[in-house]
Structure formats: structure tokens, C-alpha cells
DNA sequence: ATTAGACAAACGAACGTTCGTTCGTCTGTC
DNA sequence: GACAGACGAACGAACGTTCGTTTGTCTAAT
């Protein structure tokens, strides 16, 4: 036996790559059959629709996300310490699940609304992390005070959620001095 | 005479909002034709076919941004009056062309090979007016001489691409309040 | 002033293809 | 012999596009 069966798993994983090159109506599923080496029909055997599949991956990404900022948060000291934690675990979440990460990122838009409406709360809620320890750091004395977290949270996920638009592993930055770079250029637009 | 006619500018107008709201394969020549008061076939008066249309308006995206970059690079003074002068074009740019400005960002990927090479040139030709805004201020000193030009710059058009994504005119910051917010976080993220 | 002709804009039917999805059948494994 | 995985034919709908035709407007010749 050379290949091993295909699971619900495989399939959703091979969504995740197909959506994130190619968008979700870029991506047919008989597009995704091939991916698997399936024809498309047979994909319904592990999934009820194409959407289910978009909804599957980006529910995936959501919860990356959130554990990885739940994680962050706990770390003891200062406001910066848990600020680095909260950009180490994204930039971790992107650059090892690259393909649910851009999916979560840019596909969302393609949601029933039921469910893009659950993304929207669940973006809220990671950036609310950020914004909370932008704002402890700020009333400690650690960044400038007249520093406004809302703003700042958006500016510093914009340089975080981007990084999937240009990052190549095996270029110039590898990843630690990727997110020393990011630290650095963050710390200093808050202090 | 109720209604004017409908030129090929109307279309590629029309166009660049639907390909901004659901993406390029998420909008078809029937709700193109609708989004007119025409049917889809009838779009064939004014264009080629629907990747023309995708070509048009990223194409006019690209001299939009590349105008802008081309008038703040002449302003006179310090590095940093340039880098503002960018930064304030780029915010108008984007701004005023929401719809054909998300569709040079987000729907580049949906051209054929060769006009999504020239895209990506045109891209660069861009990012390199900031990042020769960049090396200039740090070379004369009025920005950290430890900055990297390329990542720097990378970073704050992160920023500034990333505005299309949040920010609503007529809420909390109005657009002389967001050019100050981005000018200052990154302008302190530099020195 | 009237008319004929040219022209662009839009129609609406139709084309071949692809889409997401269903279903009955077959194949291999526990 | 049960059962999951995959097949392959088929479905109706939607896709991008073509084409012959109709409509309305502008111009030039009468």
C-alpha cells in the first residue's frame, strides 16, 4: 500500500492550502479533488459542502490565534515582556500554519454571514489583547502616555497580519530576527 | 432623458467596486451588467473580456499610487518631510480610490502571468521611493542609523495598506487625525 | 426642414464549459 | 458482512462569451 487513506483532516488541510493560493471561488472542488488525488464527488464523503470546508479552516485559524494570545498574556512581568509574547506567538501562528492563517486572514469575506460575523468577534477579541496591554504598559509609565491603544493595536496588527504578504523562510531574515525587527520598530513607535 | 449613457469609464468604475467588495472570481458579468442597469452580455460593448477589466483598474491603482509617490519625493526639505509627504499620498490615495485601490491590493493574484509581473514591479518601484526616503534620514541622521530601510519600509506601508481594511470615514478619526497617528507611530518608530 | 445612413449601446437567445452537488455502485479492510 | 473511501455518471445552475438584432441619437445630404 503506498498512499494511506484520506481523512476529514487531509481534506481540510488541503482546503487550507488551495483557498490561501487561490482564493475560495478560485478554488474548485474539483481542483481540490486533484490536490488529494481524488475526483471532486468524492470529497463529499468527508464534508457536507464547499463552504463547510472555508468555515472549517477559518475556525481553525480563529482558535490558533486566540490560544496563542491566551498563552501570551500569562506571561509574568511587564506589559512590554507580555507585548513581545503576544508578537512572538503571532508571528509563530503565521509562519507555521501559513496557508489557515492567510486563509483566516483574507477569506473570511467569502463566510455565510452567520460566520463572518463570528470572525469578526473573534478578531475583536484577539485585538483586545493587544489593546489591554498597550493600555497597562501606557498607565505604568513603560510607553508614552498619550499612546492610543486602539490605534496602536491596529497599526501593530497591521505589521503582523502582513508579514504573510512577504515573508519567505530561507531569506534574508529568519524568523528570530523577524520578530526582534518587528519588537524593536513596535517598541519604539509606543515609547 | 432619464438615465445617461454608459461608457466604458462607467464600466471599469463599476467593475473596480464589485471586484473590491466580493473579489475578482466572486463577481460575475451578470452582477457586473446588474450593478449597471445592463445585461452581462451587453458589457462586451465596452470591453474585451472580464480580465481586461481586472486589468484596467489594477493598472490604474499602480498610477495612482505611483503618481502620488512621484509628487512627494520632490518635496523639499528634510527626508522626514518626504517620508510625511508619502505617507499623506498614500492616505489619500487610498481614501479617495477605496475600490480600485483594494483591488490593486487584494486582487493582483487573479492576472494572468504577465500583468501580475508588471504589478509586482510596479509594486517595488514603489516601496522603493520609502525606502530611499528611509536611507536618506538615516544617513543624515535624523532617524536611527540602525534602521534597515527595507524592512522599515515594509513595515509602514503594512501600516498603510492595511488602512482599507478598517478604517471608516465619519468614525472616530478623520483623515488629518489618521495621517498624524501614522506619521507619529512611525516617525518615533524610526528615531 | 426632412430624411437616409452610420454608429454606439443594449438586448436576449444561445453556445460550450464549469460549477457544486447527488447518487448508485464498487473495492478493499477490519 | 459491515462499513468507509472512492468512483463515475449525472443533475441543474451558473459561468464567460458570441451573435444577430433592435434601439436611439447624431450627421450629412437632400
Known sequence: MVTTKNS?????AAAGRLFSQKGYHGT??????RELGLLGSSLYAHVDSKQ???VEVVEAGGQLFQASADAAI?????????LRALIDGHIEVVLENVDVARTFLNEARDLDHEHREKVLKARDAYESAFRAVI???RDDGSFRDDVDPKTAAIFI????NAIERWYRPGGRLD???LVDEVTAFVE???T
Open 28 to 33: 474548485s472542488m474539483r481542483d481540490l479533488g
Open 74 to 82: 500569562q506571561v509574568e512581568g511587564s506589559a512590554e515582556a507580555r
Open 8 to 12: 476529514r483532516a487531509d481534506v481540510i
Open 188 to 190: 519604539s513607535g509606543l
Open 175 to 177: 524568523r528570530a530576527r
Open 135 to 137: 493600555a497597562e504598559g
Open 157 to 160: 496588527l497591521s505589521i503582523l
Open 52 to 54: 463547510d470546508l472555508l
